[in-house]
């Protein structure tokens, strides 16, 4: 009995040669001598006994180009909106300017002798600065000396929105006030002293002094140190020869004193603005 359960049992169980049957199921069957095809993309096997570092890198699926990491090799596509300021963007120049067209329109429609004593209250002159300088200073950079269509007013919106999109609201405000306030002392202070001299007439002291030229003087100086040499020095240079033209013909001397002092401040603000600069 045992003799043929044994042999029974050698019959029913297969060679050890013999290959193995299909997996059953939905599984595919295999063509005998036919390596099975991975599908794309799937990593080999590593053959039996053979651990993974000797088996080397497997080489990765090719990926194909994104079109959408193209556009970042491009050169940038001019943006000419960027020249004008926006209100979260550029906000002090935004709404700065905004604050300009109001008055700009109040100058233009209000009647003559309204807007002469407020010229004159707001006036910088030596007499005002020594009884309300707190007052007159921040009041006279309320109003653009020849109204919007100085150059002065447009140099405002391109060269205020330039710089502020490099160093930020706070250092441009800073630039600006630093300008309007320093020149605007450095050009009173010596005709106050000319006043008690005798060297100038009394009148001096009440002279009209407003606008926002020294300010946007300060900020074309400050701007042109975070320029590219090719602009920065045509820039000073355009800009500084007008200044001089100005002095030479001694139309009004003390204002382009001012404006070459202002100039003069800005760019002593360079390392200042080049270390805090922004990528606009």
Do not use: K
């Not at 570092?53 to 959408?68: F, K, T």
């Not at 905004?98 to 002159?125: C, E, F, G, K, W």
């Not at 007159?136 to 000396?145: F, K």
């Not at 800073?174 to 006043?195: D, S, Y």
């Amino acid at each position: 009995m045992e003799r043929t359960a044994t042999a029974e049992a050698a019959a029913s169980s297969p060679p050890s040669n013999a290959p193995l049957p299909p997996p059953s199921g939905g599984a595919r069957h295999l063509l005998d001598g036919m390596p099975q095809q991975r599908p794309r993309g799937e990593a080999a096997p590593v053959p039996r006994g053979l651990c993974a570092e000797a088996a080397g890198p497997v080489p990765a699926a090719p990926v194909r180009p994104s079109w959408a990491a193209l556009p970042a090799a491009w050169p940038r596509t001019p943006r000419p909106w960027r020249l004008l300021p926006g209100p979260t963007s550029t906000p002090f120049t935004f709404w700065y300017a905004a604050l300009l067209a109001v008055t700009s329109l109040i100058a233009r429609y209000a009647a003559p002798d309204l807007m002469d004593a407020l010229y004159r209250n707001s006036s910088t002159d030596v007499a005002h600065l020594v009884r309300v300088p707190l007052l007159v200073l921040p009041a006279s950079a309320l109003w653009i000396a020849g109204g919007v269509a100085s150059p002065y007013a447009l140099c405002f919106l391109l060269v205020l929105t330039a710089l502020e999109r490099r160093t930020g609201a706070l250092r441009t405000a800073g630039v600006f006030l630093a300008g309007h306030v320093l020149a605007t002392l450095a050009t009173e202070i010596p005709v106050a002293l000319g006043v008690l001299s005798g060297d100038l007439p009394a009148s001096s002291l009440h002279r009209l002094d407003y606008g926002i030229s020294f300010g946007v003087a300060a900020s074309v100086g400050a701007l042109a140190g975070l320029l590219r040499p090719w602009v920065r020095w045509p820039l000073l240079t355009l800009f500084v020869a007008t200044i001089l033209e100005d002095l030479l013909t001694f139309v009004d001397p003390m204002t382009s004193s001012g404006h070459l002092i202002s100039v003069g401040l800005g760019m002593t603000a360079w390392p200042l603005l080049r270390r805090s600069r922004h990528i606009p």
